[in-house]
């Protein structure tokens, strides 16, 4: 099991992610540079700061190779908290927690959504993971992962202390 890190990843969380109440989005891109990615790999895409509350996410990738059949998007302590069992074959784009696609946009919608991850909040750093877990071959160079994530950073509003929807 190998760890892989998007461009987002790689320069780290944003340097003025501590005013609370504002909406910030965060958008990262990954593409191999060999054939390596396998069943068990992570894909670590966007990275959240602690406190943060995830509003919204959405991914867009390139077909995939038939013989990877099965992704989960998370994080660290939720692997599916967000999409489960997305076959990358049949899907491109994939919204949280709506559904919905983005204006314009020519898709699938995704119903792989999953409850945990709508206003969660971190209570440390992590990052938005891709998980692969049905691969019997290797994620290609030309294949291509993009994600945009938006949060709030939480804590310091009285009205807005951590709370989650149960």
Sequence with gaps: ??????????????????????VLNRTASYSPTTDVITSGDTIQMVPIPNNAKLLRVEMYHTAMQAD???IDVGWGGDVNGIFSDIN??????????????????????????????????????DTIDIYFYTANTSMETNENFQMSVWYKMCGTVADETGQELA
Excluded at 4 to 15: F, H
Excluded at 95 to 116: E, F, I, K, M, V
Aim: some cysteine.
């Design 1 to 22: 099991m190998t760890t892989y890190k998007s461009d987002a990843v790689n320069s780290g969380i944003m340097p003025d992610h501590a005013r609370a109440g504002v």
């Design 68 to 70: 990877i059949t099965n």
């Design 88 to 125: 990358p074959t049949a899907e491109r784009f994939h919204t949280y927690p709506t559904g919905q696609p983005a204006l314009g946009a020519t898709c699938t919608l995704t119903y792989y959504a999953n409850t945990a991850g709508f206003l969660h909040m971190f209570t440390a750093d």
